[in-house]
């Protein structure tokens, strides 16, 4: 704990420096970040009427999974791009908050009933889209958003890191294992307002089945279209039967057949949670004219360092707060959770609510938001937490399925978990409080949800109700054989489940073995350091990839060194070659989540900062009473896309390059970060393509 104090102290500090630099890094016009006192914005509909004041149960409304988007008779996802009007509901006023926010719509036909101000009202989550393995996913994008002026969108964008163009997007497929060239997942390319633009994915037949996700990744405008709730799921299906011959499995399978049932839908039990932090203006007085509630129209709206936990937001599942998640007692459920948002850290669980299963919707969150409150921390670790059992991160399936009762989201993260609800009580599902330096932000510096400051142990966002059943309660091991039995895989499989293995089921081979250790003795390290530089122009957003230049490059930046092409720097890696990589992050209190496209990595250590390593084994997973660290537990030689990286500590991975070349790029995903220059152009080439090649334009 002293380390935490300390930390405190030295991002206090830091703190003071960042907030009279900010204005300059978050212009209100993009094309004269020098003049702030004449803002630019593109041009938007006219906001929406309030609606009437809800019933107070209205707001528990039932969470479903995300709308599935229809193919059209072409056999493309047609995804509009739109201005989306809703409502989100307020805990804080117990009062509705209009919004109309930039979205893709959950299905085309919407748009044509569009209103006069040209925008449509809608779920505020994108459309679920399900692609098989061997197919190929072809998404139609659309964008109707309004057109941009020259001042917010213009042609020549001289700092490709001050954010602009907030009404052009494109779309990245995170986590996926496609190309990053041509119409694949190539976010260098840029769709202006009424552009159209066919996108085809190749989904090999060996892809992992899993939890992906689409989002906004336009450079310089993620960041304000991802907190507006551009985003949704994205769900590779898979059909592999694991195969296994004298203990040793010569073909691995998908655990999708494992919750199928013969004539009901194999997605009967699934649950998909999209976590999204969707910010939005907030007027005192709403009917001042020169505030318009309820829209995102700029940075200065969006990232003020504190903006999330200042205004108390709460995290929204599938576009609702504080809904109502259905639940069959002793029944075991597949939640695919997915973390949308852009800067809060998530410590999701769950606990159960005594004698609460005759409670309505409204006593059902009356009673778990008492628990909220810090002076009844106390009461709050004496519920019961609900075990959970995680089975896939980032998309890929475990070796082995790991139980926690404490499960911690960065952006980008993913998190398949198996549970069973034994009784039908209510269950609340909270964002509970971290060490402050396990959360994204730093204290008094970029201020969380759950910060020091803030009266919140947890909070409440969601809650499940769980329905009566005649099914008796089994252990998840005794599910997965059992379902294995029924669909006939082999006895050595049932075994292997019975204990949680899930080897049969995993789509990477470790990269943690002698071979490999000779394989890269002699290839040179991937460093990569995430840095916050302070000088007398501003706050410079940047990685440093060399060990022993302590100066920081922004996306895009001129250089001449070693690695330079055409006067920026290309990490370039060698297909069909295995790396060794060391992240880190310059500045001590300051984390941030590296996230690179294309190929995942496998966790070998993370070193803390007395180089201690805290991947390993959860010591006790139903008491983690010792939040040091936590949510590094159990990380080791799991297979990840996107990894918190906490200041000052080393993160040791692993990365085989085996298909793919082309560029695309690595970065921070809290999303304004990446915006400001904190991305890098990566390189993966010595094949068909070359290496030599100019790096593509910033879009």
Known sequence: ???????????????????????????SNPSHPSNPSHPSQPSHPSHPSHPSHPDPEASN????????????????????????????????????????????????????????GDYVEDQLVGPQIRVKQGETLAINLNNQLPLESEESCPHEVTDVNIPHCFNTTNIHTHGLWVSPQGNSDNVFLKFAPQEKFDYQYKIEPNHPAGTFWYHAHLHGSTAIQVSSGMAGPLIVEGSRVPKIKNGKITATGDMDILWKDKGKKSDQNENILLFQQIQYKKCTQPENSTCLPGVLENYDELA?????????????INGKILGEIKAEQNQFNRWRMIHGGVRDTIGLIIKELPDSNKYTAEQTVKACSTYQALDKKTDFDQLKSLTVYTIAQDGLTMNQAQSRTLSVFHP???????????????????????????????????????????PFNAQLIGWVNVSASKSKEQTAAQFLKNQAQNIGLSKEIQTQLSQLNLAAFTDHESL????????????????????????????????????????????????????????????QLQIGQTDEWELTSDNIGIGHPFHIHVNPFQIVKILDLNGKDVSGPVADPQNPLDLDDVQYRGLKGQFKDTIFVKGGYRVILRSKYKKFEGDFVQHCHILDHEDLGMMEFVRLCGDKFDCTTPPPAHH
């Open 512 to 571: 943690m073995t002698a071979e490999v250790d000779q394989a890269i003795e002699n290839r040179p390290k991937q460093f990569n350091a995430f840095t916050l530089a302070f000088g007398p122009g501003g706050v410079k957003f940047g990685f440093r990839h060399d060990e022993n230049n302590p100066t920081p490059l922004s996306f895009a930046d001129l250089f001449t060194g070693p690695g330079s092409i055409n006067g920026h720097y290309v990490r």
């Open 304 to 316: 003020a360092f504190s903006s999330w936990g200042d205004n108390n937001y709460y995290t929204s």
């Open 1 to 27: 704990m002293l380390q935490i104090a300390i930390i405190g102290i030295i991002t206090a500090g830091l703190a003071v420096l960042i907030s009279s630099w900010y204005g300059a890094q978050y212009p």
């Open 61 to 116: 409304s039932v969470i479903s999974n995300p709308p599935l988007l229809a193919k059209n008779a072409k056999g493309k996802y047609e995804l509009i791009v739109a201005y989306k009007s809703n409502k989100l509901y307020n805990p804080n006023t117990d009062q509705w908050d209009p919004v109309l926010l930039r979205g893709y719509l959950t299905r085309p036909g919407i748009f044509n009933k569009k209103q006069p």
């Open 412 to 454: 980008g993260y993913r998190q398949d978990a198996m549970l069973s609800f034994p009784t039908t009580n209510k269950y609340c599902v909270f964002d509970t409080r971290l060490n402050v330096d396990d959360q994204i932000n730093a204290p008094l510096l970029i201020q969380p949800q759950l910060a020091p400051s803030n």
